[in-house]
Structures are given as C-alpha cells and as structure tokens.
C-alpha cells in the first residue's frame, strides 16, 4: 500500500504570514499546497456577485455547493484578493453548512495531493484543529494586530491601492473578532500545535523557525 501523505497544517489570523510560509515550506519540501482562505473567498465572491448577503446562510451555503472541483482546485487569486472579498469570505465562513461543503474538498487533497506529491501544506484556521487533527506536524503562526495592520497596508500599496492604517487596523480586529468567536470552527491554535509567533521575525526567520519544528518532529 502507499505510504500515507504527510500533512503539514499552517493556521493563523489574517496576515500573520502564515500563506508565505505555507507556500515556501511547500516548496521546499516537494509538498502540494492549499490555500483554503481562496475557497471561503471564492464562496463570499460568488455569493456577492449574485446579488446576495454574506450572512444569510442559505445563498452561502448554495453558492460553496454550486462551485466546482475545478473551481476549487484554481481559485481565481487576482479577482480574490481584495478585501471587500475576504470579508464577504469571513461572513461566509461562519455558517456550518458551507464548511461542511468545502470540507470534503480540503480532506481530499490531504489524502491524496494533485500530481502526486508525497504531502501537503494546508493553510487556513481550522486545519489543525477541525479538517486534519491528526496532521503530522501543525504550526499556528500569530503575530501582534499592529504588526499584522502594518505589513497588509505595505503589502496593499506594493499593488497600487490606497490603504489608511487605522481603517486597514479597525477591519482586521474586526475580522480577528468575527474568526475567533464564531461558534463553528473557531480560530484556536491545536492543543499540540508549534505557537509561531512573527511579531519581531521576518519571513527568512520564520522560515527557518517552521523548518527546525518539522525537522524535530521527524526524528
Ligand atoms: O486567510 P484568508 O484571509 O484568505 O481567509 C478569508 C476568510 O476565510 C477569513 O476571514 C476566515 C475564513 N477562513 C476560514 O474560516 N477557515 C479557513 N480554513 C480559511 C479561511
């Protein structure tokens, strides 16, 4: 029989750094990589563009159930990434019945990586804790909302749009408040998970952190 892939669960809040870092140890260690924010995205996104709200837990779960595969598997990212988009995807994520659609999506590609990878990185907030609990290794990345407000303003002018620190701050303690209160799959790190913690490091660093914690985890 084959060997069972490897699974390396990254959670954390908003610009915490955790999707560089999923991507880069992704790339590092030959692993597949999932971002499951694009998947909450592309649901607020659908909903939106249809002309329906966010918070009413019918038109969202319709629209998780309406996406394809093919959709989930290439998310379009540029159409994704903005973040009247990430708070329609926070508004969506709250409703049980659309994470049990793209549940199964997300244990999918834990248990069998497109092209064959031997493992998978999974970013997102609950992966430790809900789609891969036995995951081999899970790292929850956080860092200070301050921190966090700052680096997605830069990251935000480096694309050409207009960002005001305090409004960008005030939206991401929203976002905070609304992922780590909701009642389903609240945004906690895993009892056994490796507390990363970027405030003071930069993405080499953290890099580096994440890459000494798995390496002990495999002696
Ligand atoms: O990581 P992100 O900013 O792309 O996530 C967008 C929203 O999706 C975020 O507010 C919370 C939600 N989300 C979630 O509830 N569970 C996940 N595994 C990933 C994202």
Redesign the pocket.
């Known amino acids: 029989m084959a060997e069972r892939p490897v699974v390396i669960a990254v959670?954390g809040p908003?610009a915490s750094g955790?999707?560089t870092l999923a991507r880069r140890l992704a790339a590092h260690l030959g692993y597949a990589h999932l971002?499951?924010?694009?998947?909450?995205?592309a649901v607020?996104a659908a909903v939106v563009a249809g002309g329906g709200d966010p918070d009413d837990a019918g038109a969202a779960a319709g629209a998780a159930r309406a996406l394809t595969p093919a959709d989930m598997a290439a998310p379009d990212e540029a159409r994704l990434r903005t973040d009247a988009v990430?708070d329609a995807?926070?508004r969506v994520?709250a409703h049980g019945a659309v994470?049990d659609v793209l549940f199964r999506f997300?244990r999918g590609f834990a248990e069998a990586p497109p092209g064959g990878a031997k493992g998978a990185v999974i970013?997102?907030?609950?992966?430790g804790t809900v789609?891969c609990p036995d995951a081999d290794a899970k790292i929850f990345v956080e860092a200070e909302v301050g921190v966090r407000a700052e680096r997605r303003v830069k990251e935000l002018r480096e694309r050409g749009l207009d960002a005001i620190h305090a409004r960008v701050l005030q939206d991401m303690k929203a976002?905070d408040a609304?992922?780590r209160s909701r009642s389903v799959?609240p945004?906690v790190p895993a009892d056994d998970a490796f507390v990363l913690d970027t405030t003071a490091l930069d993405a080499d660093a953290a890099f580096a952190k994440a890459l000494e914690f798995i390496a002990g985890r495999n002696k």
């Open positions: 959670d908003a955790k999707g971002d499951t924010g694009l998947l909450y995205r607020g990430a995807a926070g994520a994470r997300q970013d997102g907030r609950d992966i789609i976002r609304r992922d799959a945004l």
